[in-house]
């Protein structure tokens, strides 16, 4: 009876060494002060987005949770759609007395390609619940429309008819 023996490749100390290094990194990561990490809080903040289409309209939806109407930034241009905002920190305790700070802070900049189909000059924002909806009206053109098959009348047969005499 024969055994099979499985072969594992060897690692050099160095690799231990990198795999070491990463494991220590993430665990410091998950202990920084988010302006400690990337250069500061402001540059990780980017609200989350639901897009999508009906067929009338596009919608886009933006997570932008104590973000004022006041301090967002809307503007269409050239088939592209700018969402500008800015969430900004507000305490009313000092830093000292925080434990913990997840939540992101700062400016942020989502930019959005529309399709030739949207008509730029129907555009509607609106903000609830901390959810910013973006709604942008297709082109009537671009709009599905419904063809009624005709009984009876066929343009074959009149064709047929027309190369026949």
Do not use: C, W
């Amino acid at each position: 009876m024969t055994t099979m023996t499985r072969f594992v490749p060897l690692r050099t100390p160095f690799e231990d060494v990198a795999v070491l290094q990463k494991r220590l990194n993430s665990i410091f990561n998950d202990f920084a002060s988010p302006s400690e990490q990337s250069g500061s809080a402001s540059s990780s903040f980017v609200p989350a987005v639901d897009v999508y289409e009906d067929t009338e309209k596009l919608v886009l939806k933006l997570e932008v949770p104590g973000v004022k109407p006041e301090d967002l930034d809307i503007h269409l241009e050239n088939q592209t759609l700018t969402i500008k905002g800015e969430r900004k920190f507000e305490s009313t305790e000092k830093a000292e007395n925080f434990h913990r700070i997840e939540r992101r802070f700062g400016s942020f900049v989502r930019s959005f390609t529309l399709p030739q189909t949207v008509d730029t000059e129907t555009v509607t924002a609106a903000s609830d619940a901390g959810v910013l909806t973006i709604s942008l009206a297709k082109k009537a053109e671009a709009q599905p429309r419904q063809i009624k098959v005709q009984v009876g009348k066929t343009e074959a047969k009149q064709v047929e008819g027309e190369t026949a005499a």
